[in-house]
């Protein structure tokens, strides 16, 4: 069965894939966006994580007629209520900006905040014909004073994210430990979970 990762992000497809990646014993192949030709675009217009996971697998679902995964995720920052959450990527720099301009205009808009405490949520969505699924993760940590790992293409704020109880941020930590502890891989872990029990 060949199962699409729809997402143009190519730090996150790497992510998705090493999440899911058990699923190859059951004969699952991971197919990209770029791997089937897909230019079209999905508007990501909902106002929650859940409306816009679904919205993207079911758009490029139909498209390419193969069970499709998919995710939208976000941060939360105390000291920047309402700002980000939905529109994270869009926020500041915009998601035309490089990772690294976004970045920057996040941490200097942090500088003189003391309050650090942040919070990741994932919604991770299913879409097979008329099935829809999705499922959720969340990690509470704080924004670290300064960027503490290289910053990693399509995921940047990894390089000043510490999760609670960790002394390294999420690019610092190994792919198993970052898998266990992120919002994205809770929600993937779940979604295989349900996967490995349908096919």
């Not at 808009?109 to 299913?126: G, P, S, T």
Request: net charge negative.
């Amino acid at each position: 069965m060949k199962l699409l990762i729809a997402t143009r992000n190519p730090g996150k497809f790497e992510e998705i894939r090493t999440m899911l990646a058990g699923l190859e014993a059951k004969g699952v192949e991971f197919v990209s966006l770029a791997d089937l030709g897909v230019e079209d675009e999905c508007v990501e217009d909902g106002e929650t994580f859940e409306a816009n996971a679904l919205l993207k697998a079911c758009f490029y679902a139909k498209l390419s007629r193969l069970p499709t995964v998919s995710d939208d995720s976000g941060l939360f920052v105390d000291a920047l209520k309402g700002e980000l959450g939905v529109k994270t990527r869009r926020w500041g720099a915009g998601e035309k900006a490089t990772d690294e301009e976004w970045l920057d205009f996040f941490m200097q808009r942090m500088v003189l905040e003391e309050n650090r405490r942040a919070e990741f949520i994932c919604a991770a969505a299913y879409v097979n014909k008329e099935e829809e699924r999705v499922f959720f993760g969340e990690t509470k940590g704080e924004i670290t004073r300064k960027i503490e790992a290289p910053v990693k293409p399509g995921i940047p704020l990894s390089s000043v994210f510490c999760p609670q109880g960790y002394a390294k941020v999420y690019a610092a930590l190994t792919v198993e430990e970052k898998n266990q502890l992120s919002h994205r891989g809770k929600a993937f872990a779940a979604l295989k979970v349900y996967l490995e029990t349908i096919l």
